[in-house]
């Protein structure tokens, strides 16, 4: 997951009193009215805004406008945003011509649909964000999570098994493909 970053608009005492004790748990930055055009949202990837107004529409803010509230409180507020935004965020992830919703673990084409384990989950997930086919013993060790190389079965019968659920029930034979390099998401 990326590291956190806490927006704080025109409150300045907020963005002090926050920057000061949980600067390693966020990254704080502070706008005001003269430099919040430069905020891009779409180049963001784990953020809150947190202003007094309603005005200003972000895809993840917190509008605090009832004072006086506990420091405890706001940082229970910020972490209930984030985990709502991640929890968004991860509920669809593109995949070719598939859906992955990584909080129910379904792997998706028009209307039928795959529950996945965790670990195919995370395994599809390795692959399609690898640039080029992925060997049994890198799987191994970024998606078992094992350091030494094992004399194991464990890689091959997992890809085995997901992709006769795969072809079961797309008829896609070809979703995950062996290279003599390793493994692929076509």
Known sequence: ??????????????????????????????FNKKNIKDFDQNKMDNYLVITDSEKLQFKNQLILN???????????????????YN???????????????LNSRELILDNKKIFLTERESNLILFLNNASKPINIFDLQKEVWGHSSILETHTVETH??????????????????????????IN
């Open 1 to 30: 997951m990326s590291f956190k970053t806490l927006i704080i608009y025109q409150n300045e005492n907020l963005f002090n009193i926050l920057n000061e004790l949980y600067s390693e748990e966020f990254k704080i930055i502070f």
């Open 87 to 101: 929890f968004r965020t991860n509920s669809k992830k593109r995949i070719g011509f598939y859906t992955l919703n």
């Open 159 to 184: 890809i085995y098994r997901l992709r006769k659920k795969i072809k079961d029930m797309f008829g896609d034979e070809k979703f995950i493909i062996s290279t003599e390099n390793g493994y692929k």
């Open 66 to 84: 009832k004072f006086p509230l506990s420091i405890k409180k706001i940082l229970e507020l910020i972490n209930i945003n984030f985990l709502k």
